[in-house]
């Protein structure tokens, strides 16, 4: 009986980092920017180009930074649970047109609806990089100090926005 | 008719011709250093690929980050400091020693060290196990008959 005891072990603690691994999604990759200040940046804004938009005039409040782009595939899956967020008046949601044409993203906007009090136009994609950004959708909650406190990659679905997104920014929010 | 069509589709090649690929940097020294500098960096869309190989748009932005910080003078530590300040240590293919990352740069050799001891402890425990037993002559001489049966055969 003992001599089998090893083997078994050795199984199970295997098996139980296979099982675990299964669940790790390795495009997550951990911002190293979660826990610091958000990068600040003065883009042009979307639909007033002659506006613009910096992350300062944010500060004391909780919001969300949405990376989203026309050209997003995922972006269209989160859309509607961003409208409806938007719609509830909980959290300001501004958004960075990241890499994307003026015109394309102010159609995609008009076709699906705006969810953003505005976005900000990201055309070469450096302010992106500042950010981290590698796959967009990516949300950021940004809380009054200005500071990165969650980062959602991929689309925003009801799961997350209940189990994380609307959590943290109602703990931000009472501070 | 026939010929003019086949003429037309001989000349078709001009129409295809491709041109050079741009020279992204007019300094091919300095593309060189990036590309020395992005093939040890990894691409965060393409995990696999490094960041010199990549075509992933994220990737052309990235080279390009690094061919104008180049161009500023920064060094290649400082440029490789920029990026994992916004992409983590995970841009990095040869991860630093740190705390967590321990266990990954002398996991394998612990586990070694202990194959070594578990080995060690096994092979001491059967050498008490096998004693050594005496044979009479008789029995000896049976024993390296049954071991060496071609002599019968060739009786």
Redesign the interface.
Known sequence: MMRFIWPFVIFVTLAGFLYVGLHLN??E?????VGKPAPLFNLSQLHEPAKQFSPKEMKGQVWLLNVWASWCVSCKVEHPVLLALSRQNIVPIYGLDY?DKREAGMAWLQEGGNPYVLSASDI???I????????VPETYVIDKEGVIRYKQIGPVTQQSLHEKILPLVAELKAK | MKYLLILLFCLLPIFSYAGEAKDMADDPVLEKRMIGLAQNLRCLVCQNESLASSHSELAEDLRREVREQMQKGLSDQEIIDYLVARYGDYVLFDPPVKSYTLLLWYGPFALLLAGLAGLIFQLRKRKNKISETHLSDEDAKRAADMLNPSKDLQK
């Open positions: 390795p495009h990759v951990p911002s190293p920017l890499k070469e994609g450096r992106g990089i500042d950010y981290g950004v590698y796959g």
